[in-house]
């Protein structure tokens, strides 16, 4: 007699990310404790750093590149009179300078102003350049060439001064790097700087309260894991405005109409249904002075019939 199929785990979890874990490895842990395949996470940390990791489960997936856009929040200390490889404690010096005079005033005269900008990536990294990460051909003893990209910087905060450490709140959309944040203020102060901790803080429209470690995680029973699952619904509503349809208005969207309705909202919008389900995101345009909606990912409400499962051959 074949084993009964479990039914497929659908929600975001938020965790805490341990230093030294990979956001692979983390994920792989997650999704082995649930077993479930359909998995991917959004936001990637670097081993050293800690901190909210989301990481999402069925249909959660189709959200993670919502989660990935939204800013987020670190915490971080910059070291100055050395620079590393990868612009964090992970690597070997590359060199050394002078300590600079560390003030309020002078460091926060030296950091980016704020908005949009132009910035070099780290050589260690996770971009991919023929199908190779930067990080492989780094190891591998390539000279990695990085091309400035625009990045947001929406706030900068410095939390404190103790020499040679400089310790900031950094608010930023996505592709930023704090590392290279960190490397550049070393420069604009005339010295040298790497990264000596990160943690982020805040993630997808989660703030640190919200995560769960990945050991309290691990400890817990399987219906206990499955309740620290955020549900579609409420996690992707903390990233994108949320319009709830009717049953007539969800059947437009699945037969791939395009209805106007009265409103203002305008480019991704959450649509659910009257019973709080994802139904999809669409994107809100202007027509007509109201607002013409296209949907650009459909969702499975998560109670909906599962396959039917082959028939089972007996043998004669």
């Avoid at 939204?70 to 910059?78: D, G, L, Q, R």
């Avoid at 009265?262 to 002075?289: K, N, Q, S, T, Y």
Wanted: glycine share 10%; with cysteine; hydrophobic share 40%.
């Amino acid at each position: 007699m074949s084993q009964r199929k479990p039914a497929q785990v659908h929600g975001l979890l938020v965790i805490d990310k341990p230093a030294g874990w990979t956001s692979r490895d983390v994920v792989n842990k997650v999704s082995g404790l649930l077993g479930e395949k359909r998995v991917g996470h959004a936001g990637t940390l670097d081993p050293m750093a800690t901190g909210i990791l989301l990481v999402a489960f069925g249909e959660a997936t189709k959200g993670v590149r919502w989660w990935q856009d939204a800013s987020k929040t670190y915490e971080t200390t910059v070291r100055f009179g050395s620079a590393t490889l990868s612009d964090d404690a992970e690597s070997a010096v590359v060199r050394t300078a002078k300590v600079p005079q560390l003030t309020p005033e002078g460091v926060t005269a030296a950091l980016p102003p704020l908005g949009e900008l132009m910035q070099v990536p780290p050589a260690v990294s996770a971009l991919q350049r023929g199908g190779i990460r930067d990080h492989a051909r780094v190891r591998k003893g390539e000279i990695v060439i990085r091309e400035p990209r625009p990045v947001r910087l929406e706030a900068v905060e410095l939390l404190g001064i103790v020499s040679p450490d400089v310790r900031l709140r950094v608010t930023c959309g996505s592709g930023f790097y704090i590392r290279a944040l960190g490397r550049d203020l070393g420069e604009a102060m005339q010295s040298a700087a790497h990264l000596a901790s990160l943690r982020r803080t805040f993630g997808g429209g989660f703030p640190l309260s919200d995560a769960i470690s990945l050991d309290a995680f691990q400890k817990l029973g399987e219906d206990e894991r499955l309740a620290c699952l955020r549900p579609l619904p409420e996690a992707l509503g903390r990233v994108l405005p949320t319009l709830t349809v009717d049953d007539a208005l969800v059947l437009a969207f699945r037969q791939g109409k395009q209805p106007i309705l009265p409103g203002e909202l305008r480019g991704d919008v959450l649509v659910l249904d009257d019973r709080g389900r994802a139904v999809c995101v669409a994107i809100a345009h202007d027509d007509e002075g109201g607002m013409r909606l296209v949907v650009e990912r459909g969702f499975v409400p998560p109670d909906a019939p599962a396959a039917p499962e082959p028939a089972e051959e007996t043998a004669e």
